[in-house]
């Protein structure tokens, strides 16, 4: 292993992951280490000066007057819809094709998800087909930034419903809007906060080297295999997707070569065994469930090394057949 450019490379990489998070904070274990070793020390575990600073700090890094943390996603979504109002008898429109946590929150606040389509290019919700969905009993919107790309927000904030953003897999991304967090009774433990204060100093250069992963895929040739996910300015690729009608066979062949990939949301929201109380049927968001059976996220992460992608790209091309593995 050695260091480019403040980055961690690899010189032979026997399996390559789908993420390799330890490779993006090894330069910090040190001061990890140190900061968490201060907070076992204080014996201050709750509600301490780590939790007020890392709300200062985040608050100032999103652009908005208050940041609250708490423990975790779903919580920040049920606390928010909370105190909307959102309560027994209420609907709340949200995509079909998301992590399954958007729908529970819902639920656990005893609404009604209501699921609406999504736009083929972007992965998220369709504002058009969420309009669709509006009726007297619609409490709330919650777009997804679907795999760090931002949604179409301001098409949605048209349709005049409030919208409670669901920015869980893209922290840093960049649009016309301003992050909202509201939450009460779930707290954020010092240990946390030491750790995400050191990882907060640290994502703007972390969002950056995964965009210039992501424009690398796309330079050495990956469209020519699959579709790639849109290049927009904003987008920080929580996760790098790509489409194709052969991804099983594509996914197989990562496999046999010792490389990690993944499809995310097999199985939609409006089709889980525990929502079938919605009553929905195969067909009913026909785009949702193309993307289920075409979306294959490959490896990226910050400090990901250009020979690790060409070899991505070089198997991905060749399950394509479109050229043979040297």
């Known amino acids: 292993m050695f260091a480019t450019g403040g980055r961690l490379d690899w010189l032979v990489v026997p399996q390559i992951p789908l993420v390799d998070v330890r490779a993006q904070y090894a330069p910090l274990l040190d001061e990890l280490k140190e900061r968490i070793a201060e907070v ?5 575990f709750i509600l301490g000066p ?11 890094y999103l652009g908005v007057r208050h940041a609250i943390g708490v423990a975790n996603g779903t919580d ?9 109002g959102v309560s027994e008898g ?20 005893g609404a009604r998800p209501v699921f ?31 795999f760090g790309r931002p949604a179409a927000l301001d098409d949605l904030k048209g349709l005049g419903i409030p919208l409670l ?10 649009d016309k809007k301003r992050f909202d967090l509201v939450g009460y009774n779930s707290r954020l433990d010092e240990v946390q906060a030491v750790v995400l204060r050191v990882f907060l100093s640290k994502i703007e ?20 295999a699959c579709d790639l996910p849109a290049d927009e300015p904003g987008h920080v690729y929580h996760m790098y997707v790509v489409r194709s009608p052969e991804r099983d066979r594509i996914s197989e062949s990562l496999q046999a070569a010792d490389i990690s990939s993944a499809a995310y949301y097999t199985t939609p929201l409006h089709l889980q065994p525990a929502l079938e109380f919605l009553g929905h049927r195969e067909g009913d968001f026909p785009e949702t469930e193309r993307a289920a059976r075409e979306n294959l996220a490959l490896p990226l992460w910050a400090g990901i090394g250009p020979n690790v992608q060409e070899r991505v790209v070089e198997v991905v091309k060749k399950a394509a057949s479109l050229e043979p593995v040297r």
């Open 165 to 174: 953003e669901d920015a869980a897999q893209a922290f840093g991304a960049r």
């Open 50 to 60: 780590n939790v007020q600073a890392f709300e200062e700090e985040a608050a100032a």
């Open 90 to 109: 209420d609907e709340v429109i949200c995509p079909a094709f998301t992590f399954y946590a958007t729908a529970e929150a819902i639920i656990r606040r």
């Open 116 to 146: 609406a389509d999504i736009d083929p290019a972007s992965l998220n919700i369709d504002p058009e087909d969420a309009a669709k969905r509006i009726t007297p009993r619609t409490k709330a919107i919650i777009p997804v930034h679907l």
């Open 205 to 224: 250069e972390w969002n950056r080297w995964r965009r210039e992963a992501a424009g690398r895929y796309a330079e050495l040739g990956l469209g020519a």
């Open 76 to 84: 920040a979504l049920v606390l928010a819809l909370d105190a909307m």
């Open 40 to 44: 076992l020390d204080s014996g201050r």
